[in-house]
């Protein structure tokens, strides 16, 4: 495309997935369809990040017809700059492109192929007759739906997704949470200036070159003999403070779990820090996320009495058809979608001490600290002294996890676990996921952690079907 100045027509879905979208075109002009109105219109009702991202868009292009006052709006409204999370920020910085609503039918149209009454087909009308018809500018529809992008190629009208949602370029860019050290690092790399204990643990100052890579929170390993294996606690320039890890591999099981690798030990490690209030873990199915975050929170939570209970909730997105109205409580109507939680948490209580009555107890006892709780009902609620584990975190947006992480209240840790590559809910994908938001933003935070698991440990049958299938 040139560089010269752009028309964007706008789909529904663009303003419903982000409200500020309409201030992110910088110094080009938009375009809003009539049909994209109505369809705004349509959805405002509820209490679903839908609906209030619907009359948080109607809010803000309310503002922007009261600022223009009694200039035409064929004109064309001025858009400002928008800052920070562009709410109350409207009127801050210079005047960027203007925006353009339908006010009358289009000139000419190309559409008669495509059919009348489908509300994607009147937008794409529209876009080819505003093509032609602004034949000195570049017109571009933006949408998140894919089909709609390419009907559009196919009739000849440029198409974009919306990227401005999106964390990275590539999700492969993401970090993993660790470093493999290089053979010779305490000869070449990196210098070892002290050494000591305190309470059991062992801490390094070192410095070299390699340290200015890193962040807080950040695990290290050498790939030898040595078995060494660290986490970064402090950087400064090219200084660095480091703590040896504990080994939860061929001693110190948590709750009867073992890590069976390098990843779930460095997982482990961050799961039972107390100096770490957030956690994210990445992973394939079978890597052993829930597992872990559970094991961990039990321990935590019944062992060392540092959290009052567990709080595990989802995203409801079914994999196949729904099932429909699920009756009972808000944890009666949860509980069906919790089977990974049932499922390990029969691997957590298969202890054959004290029999079947022993187990019985057990897992009447856990089940007692373990409470299960919708998405729906998070905003406004303040979480004190609890493990909160959000399960399948992946099919979260971003301003959802925001939502959902600001429910933490001192002294609570929050667990986010997903496969960004079995993403569920329609305009996500693995660069926008809510769940890669989190992990880029959190980097580099001395309170926050994020670990990629690599290898399957569920069985030789799933890592088979995962690699093959």
Not at 83 to 100: D, E, M, S, V
Not at 254 to 280: K, M, T, Y
Request: aromatic fraction near 8%.
């Amino acid at each position: 495309m040139s560089t010269r100045q752009r028309l964007f027509v706008l789909d529904t879905n663009v303003l419903m997935h982000d409200p500020t979208a309409i201030f992110r075109f910088e110094e080009h002009d938009i375009y809003i369809p009539m049909i994209v109105l109505e369809e705004l219109d349509n959805a405002k009702k509820g209490a679903s990040e839908v609906a209030r991202n619907a009359r948080q868009v109607s809010r803000f292009l309310n503002e922007l017809i009261e600022d223009a006052g009694e200039r035409p709006i064929e004109d064309g409204l001025g858009l400002q700059r928008s800052f920070g999370n562009g709410q109350r920020a409207l009127k801050a910085g210079p005047p960027t492109g203007r925006l353009f609503f339908e006010t009358r039918p289009p000139r000419e149209t190309r559409g008669a192929a495509l059919a009348a009454d489908k509300p994607d087909n009147n937008i794409l009308s529209l876009a080819m007759a505003l093509a032609l018809e602004h034949a000195e500018r570049d017109v571009t529809l933006v949408s998140k739906d894919i089909n709609l992008r390419i009907k559009a190629r196919v009739l000849g009208v440029h198409a974009e997704d919306y990227y401005n949602d999106q964390v990275l370029d590539d999700v492969n860019l993401l970090h993993t949470g660790y470093h493999e050290l290089p053979a010779n690092f305490w000869d070449s790399h990196g210098k070892r200036m002290d050494a000591w204990q305190e309470s059991g643990r062992t801490f390094y100052r070192v410095n070299g070159p390699l340290c200015a890579a890193w962040a807080p929170s950040e695990c290290l390993y050498l790939d030898d003999d040595s078995g060494f294996e660290a986490v970064v606690r402090e950087v400064q320039d090219d200084e660095a403070l480091i703590e040896l890890l504990r080994d939860y591999r061929h001693q110190n099981p948590v709750w009867g779990i073992q890590a069976r690798n390098r990843e779930q030990n460095f997982a482990l490690n961050l799961l039972l820090d107390p100096e770490v209030d957030f956690v994210s873990l990445l992973g394939a199915a079978g890597t052993g996320k829930t597992l872990l975050a559970l094991a961990a929170g039990l321990a935590l939570c019944l062992d060392q009495k540092r959290y009052r209970e567990i709080v595990m909730t989802r995203v409801t997105i079914p994999v196949g058809e729904d099932i429909g109205f699920l009756p009972g409580t808000e944890e009666e109507k949860m509980t069906p979608w919790m089977g990974a939680l049932m499922d390990n948490l029969e691997v957590l209580t298969r202890s054959d001490e004290g029999g079947e009555w022993g187990r019985a107890a057990t897992e009447d006892l856990i089940r007692q600290r373990i409470k299960i709780r919708s998405l729906n009902f998070m905003r406004g609620r303040t979480f004190l002294n609890r493990y909160i584990i959000v399960d399948e975190a992946q099919n979260l947006t971003a301003k959802q996890m925001k939502t959902l992480i600001t429910r933490a209240g001192p002294g609570s840790k929050i667990i986010c676990l997903g496969n960004v590559a079995q993403i569920d809910t329609p305009y996500l994908t693995e660069t926008s996921s809510g769940l890669t938001y989190v992990v880029d933003r959190f980097h580099g935070w001395r309170h926050g952690g994020h670990i990629t698991l690599q290898r399957g440990e569920r069985s030789r049958l799933a890592d088979y079907a995962s690699e093959n299938l």
